[in-house]
């Protein structure tokens, strides 16, 4: 998005091959974690949650991996298409309070 | 369902008007809440309603001012708009506070 896309890191990647986006977060505290896509101009899209928990979650073509020993969390897409091209950004629940990253941008190459 | 709504999609005010923004949602949720995104920057919370009937201030408060019209319906109003206030605003709702924000597709104002 032109207001998103600004300064983000990206990660480009080959059609048809996987992707993994990373998200380091910060409060130890933190019990449930959320991955948005953003489409140029549109609002953040959910795409997948983990509770604290699990380590591992999986949907369509989107798993989630949670590593609490070194806060890490990470998106994986498989088999990525051009429609996947967006800002992935994700969110951590604290005590009262959502953190949400500032985001990767992911550019598919056809 | 349309999920979370919000008027208008784009936005252009001189320093010093007013206006509001208004979002409306039909999932049934009872918590609401506005934020505003800015480049490089993630989502910040400006103001939340965690059920009808309350509001609460979030981060970044300051100039802005809410109002929970019913369950549906969380207005953001800007009294007197400032060029710091240029940014891309997103509400969104979840069932409860400790639960999934859904956003709205944002409206964009621009203070000159």
């Known amino acids: 998005g032109e207001s998103v896309g600004l300064h983000l890191p990206t990660l480009s990647v080959q059609e048809g091959d996987n992707s993994i986006i990373n998200c380091a977060y910060s409060?130890?505290?933190?019990?449930?974690f959320i991955w948005y896509k953003q489409e140029s101009g549109k609002g953040p899209q959910f795409i997948i949650d983990?509770?604290?928990?699990?380590d591992k979650r999986q949907g369509q073509r989107v798993t989630v991996l949670l590593n609490k020993t070194v806060k890490h969390l990470s998106l994986q897409i498989a088999a990525t298409q051009p429609g996947d091209s967006a800002v992935y950004f994700c969110a951590e629940r604290g005590y009262q309070k959502v953190t949400f990253g500032t985001g990767t941008k992911l550019q598919v190459i056809p | 369902n349309a999920g979370v709504t919000q008027t208008p999609k784009f936005q252009v005010l001189k320093t010093g008007q007013s206006m509001t923004l208004q979002c409306a949602q039909d999932m049934n949720h009872n918590s609401m809440y506005w934020y505003r995104q800015d480049p490089g920057m993630g989502l910040r919370l400006i103001y939340y309603s965690a059920s009808e009937g309350t509001t609460d201030k979030g981060e970044v408060p300051n100039g802005y001012n809410v109002s929970r019209l019913n369950k549906r319906e969380f207005s953001l109003r800007l009294e007197s708009a400032a060029p710091s206030q240029t940014s891309v605003y997103f509400c969104?709702?979840?069932?409860?506070?400790?639960?999934?924000?859904?956003f709205g597709p944002g409206t964009r104002l621009l203070v000159l």
């Open positions: 983990i509770r604290s928990n699990m």
């Open positions: 409060n130890s505290a933190s019990d449930y």
């Open positions: 969104a709702s979840g069932l409860d506070e400790k639960e999934t924000q859904y």
